[in-house]
């Protein structure tokens, strides 16, 4: 993946996206584009879909038995899924956060400085600076900076998911994909981290996934609300998969809703 | 909802009294189940306990013993434990003279075997007292009296004394009694000798002594025809030497095995999945062959065909055949290998998703992220899994006894082509022998045998304990 040439006013581009688990698919036709530095927020009932097109970013899905992705997902510009691209490259730009906090069974130190490690980082100095940075970038430093040797289990667990934000932007990331970052935290943990994102989307692109409409409204600049489509497959059976229904700039989704479906969906009447 | 009420129902559940009827015959039954556990549990501590109280029964206990010369013939007064360093070195040179000029060989000769008899004292004795206008003499032209000078000045009473006690006085044992019947039947044992001796059948001079077969020397000593000399020591170290071979191949074998089932067995291919899957329960079905079986295998490959290799021929080593070491060592880790391979397996699958998704999301390689994540993580359970198939090396006998392994084995064994002996072995062996002595030693060397045992999965298992305290920081 060679560094965009063109730096196109999008981060990511997504042209007729369907996405596939085995012969089921699970995303059909998704087009839209994700601006860079905004936060962008992929909301929508349970098994719409908006995490399979999040994971479908960094090529998260390659590592479920019989994901397949169709259509174009351009990242400045490079298809990620032209047979010349790696994974590896990919997800060392494209960084994500998970919906459960998980550290490595190490100690904090250890955990932000895998990836630049990884990446083969060796000296001390540079380690230290590393892991300071990142972990002043997402407000962790003062709290942990007496016993960086403890264990990143030992956290709370906001604490360990503002570890796995630190560990993220330790290796110095374009994008970072963020899949319910707070749906396993309490409020003011989930205030922490909402926070801590606008702060990061000064010099990140963030993509978040999340169940909660508040939250989308309080920190994303664009919203994408994704919802299910359903036919009768011939056995009695249902085939469901996810579709975008509406994609706008989030004050606009939540004040004047194109559709009916998404007017219903942010007053809460299913999902 | 309407506020009608609802129709009255027939209802099929039991009434107050019938519930309360059906209650205590559930509770009944649980209690009767509770009480099968139970007892499945004390079956099981009771056939433990009846395997140790059978074990200690014969390692210790009564003998009859008749000492093959009477120590006040030997010595006088017959004190052998205060006997003079010169006391004891002429009864040596009297009761074994030439045993004498080899203890002298192999305790302080300062010259190459082959000329210990033909070299003047002076060489041969280099740097030792030696006694005054012999020092051009050999060995040989020494009078006896001579001899046991040198020995007296120069070897150290604590060997002389061994030797007197093991090669002159020695011990012919009579009669055998077990642990249980020397404590609680002494009396009657005593009264029985004492009848048998006036009967005139046991020698005059027999006594009554209390023995612990399972002694530092029974450790330390080597074959030997006699119970009371013999040892295990060189069994001990043939399964030493099994058991380290065996877990150095098999270990890195068995989990890089697991690991490319589990990690790189082409899960998006049909075809190779399918295989993958194939040979998994193929190995599966392994673990459960009889061990005799991977006993005629080993012959045929490793000792018969892989004979070159196994018998270190082609390292230049010519004095053994192929019923070595390495050739028990491949056969174990064969029959180990599956235990091996499915416990990995199964603790790399039990690694958490969640922290390859994290490694993976950090830009790791499949490599990096199985090397630095998987592995760690897993490394518990890969240990759990080696401690049993080590377990399983130490205790096999049968693919041994199928491999050949040796029954006289006078020489240490000191690498993996040496031949051997191993304790299984050793006491199948003792265990054979209808002397009641040799069941007590064989019994002495299970306990060596379990002790190791223990040894080693403590050692394995304080390992274990060192990984999982360190995933959990």
């Known amino acids: ?271 | 909802m309407s506020a009608v009420n609802p129709p009255v129902q027939q209802t099929y559940l039991p009434d107050e009294t019938a519930f309360r009827r059906g209650l205590s015959s559930r509770h009944l039954r649980g209690r009767l189940w509770r009480g099968f556990f139970l007892l499945s549990i004390v079956l099981a501590l009771f056939a433990l306990l009846a395997l140790f109280y059978n074990v200690v029964n014969s390692s210790a206990g009564l003998i009859a013993v008749q000492f093959v010369i009477p120590p006040e013939e030997v010595i006088e007064g017959g004190d052998i434990s205060s006997a003079s360093a010169e006391q004891l070195a002429a009864a040596i040179v009297e009761y074994r003279p030439n045993p004498a000029l080899v203890l002298i060989r192999n305790n302080i000769s300062a010259v190459p075997a082959d000329q210990f008899t033909t070299a003047p004292l002076s060489q041969v004795l280099a740097g030792r007292t030696i006694p005054e206008g012999a020092e051009s003499l050999t060995i040989r032209e020494l009078s006896p009296e001579q001899v046991a000078a040198v020995m007296a000045a120069n070897i150290s009473p604590d060997v002389l004394r061994g030797f007197v006690d093991d090669e002159i006085i020695g011990l012919n044992v009579l009669e055998t009694y077990t642990l249980t019947n020397s404590l609680l039947n002494r009396a009657a044992i005593e009264a029985q000798i004492a009848a048998d001796i006036e009967a005139g059948e046991l020698p005059e001079n027999t006594r009554l002594e209390f023995r612990w077969w399972l002694t530092g020397a029974f450790i330390s000593s080597g074959q030997s025809s006699d119970p009371v000399l013999a040892g295990i020591r060189t069994a001990l170290i043939g399964t030493v030497w099994i058991v380290i071979v065996t877990v150095a191949l098999a270990f890195p074998i068995g989990v890089g095995a697991a690991i490319y089932l589990e990690e790189y067995s082409a899960p998006q291919n049909p075809f190779a999945f399918r295989i993958a899957r194939l040979i998994e329960t193929n190995i599966r079905n392994l673990a459960g062959v009889p061990s005799i079986i991977y006993g005629l295998l080993g012959l045929a490959i490793f000792v018969r065909t892989f004979e070159a290799l196994t018998s270190g021929a082609i390292f230049g080593i010519n004095d053994s055949n192929g019923r070595t070491i390495l050739s028990a060592s491949l056969t174990m880790s064969l029959l180990i290998l599956p235990v091996i391979i499915i416990n990995a397996q199964e603790a790399i699958r039990a690694v958490p998703s969640s922290i390859r998704e994290a490694s993976y999301g950090l830009g790791a390689t499949k490599w990096q992220t199985i090397w630095k994540q998987v592995l760690p993580a897993a490394m518990p359970g890969i240990l759990t899994g080696t401690i049993l198939g080590m377990s399983r090396a130490i205790g096999e006998t049968a693919p041994l006894v199928v491999i050949g392994a040796s029954t006289a084995i006078f020489v240490d064994p000191n690498g993996p082509f040496s031949s051997f002996t191993a304790l299984p072995i050793q006491i199948y062996q003792w265990t054979a022998r209808p002397q009641a002595e040799f069941r007590a030693i064989a019994a002495s060397a299970i306990i060596v045998l379990i002790t190791l045992l223990l040894l080693l999965n403590a050692s394995a298992i304080l390992l274990r304990q060192y990984f999982r305290r360190r995933l959990q920081g």
């Not at chain 1, 960084?95 to 955990?111: E, L, T």
């Not at chain 1, 996810?242 to 009916?260: K, V, W």
């Open chain 1, 1 to 271: 993946m060679a560094t965009a040439v063109q730096q196109s006013a999008h981060a990511f581009e997504l042209k007729n996206v369907n996405i596939y688990y085995g012969s089921k698919m699970a995303v059909n036709d998704v087009t839209l584009s994700i601006p860079r530095q905004k936060i962008t927020a992929f909301i929508g009932p349970s098994g719409c879909g908006k995490s399979t097109v999040l994971r479908s970013l960094n090529r998260m899905n390659d590592l479920i038995l019989g994901a397949r992705v169709e259509g174009g997902v351009f990242f400045n510009t490079q298809d990620l899924y032209q047979e010349t691209v790696d994974p590896v490259e990919v997800r060392r730009r494209i960084g994500m956060v998970f919906q459960k906090p998980n550290p490595f069974p190490k100690s904090i130190y250890d955990n932000i400085a895998y990836g630049p490690r990884l990446l083969g980082v060796r000296s001390k100095n540079a380690l230290d600076e590393i892991v300071e940075n990142s972990l002043k970038g997402s407000y962790l430093w003062d709290e942990v900076k007496t016993d960086l040797k403890k264990s990143g289990l030992a956290l709370s667990g906001g604490q360990q998911q503002r570890l796995c934000i630190a560990r993220t932007i330790a290796v110095q990331p374009e994008v970072i994909l963020m899949d319910e970052p707070c749906s396993a935290l309490d409020p003011i943990a989930t205030q922490a981290i909402e926070e801590l994102m606008r702060d990061l989307v000064k010099q990140f692109t963030i993509v978040i996934v999340t169940h909660n409409m508040q939250q989308a409204q309080r920190v994303s600049d664009f919203t994408a609300f994704y919802s299910i489509r359903k036919n009768e497959a011939g056995d009695g059976k249902e085939n469901r998969w996810g579709i975008l229904a509406e994609y706008a700039p989030t004050e606009r989704l939540f004040s004047a809703p194109a559709s009916e479906e998404t007017e219903r969906y942010i007053r809460g009447e299913f999902g």
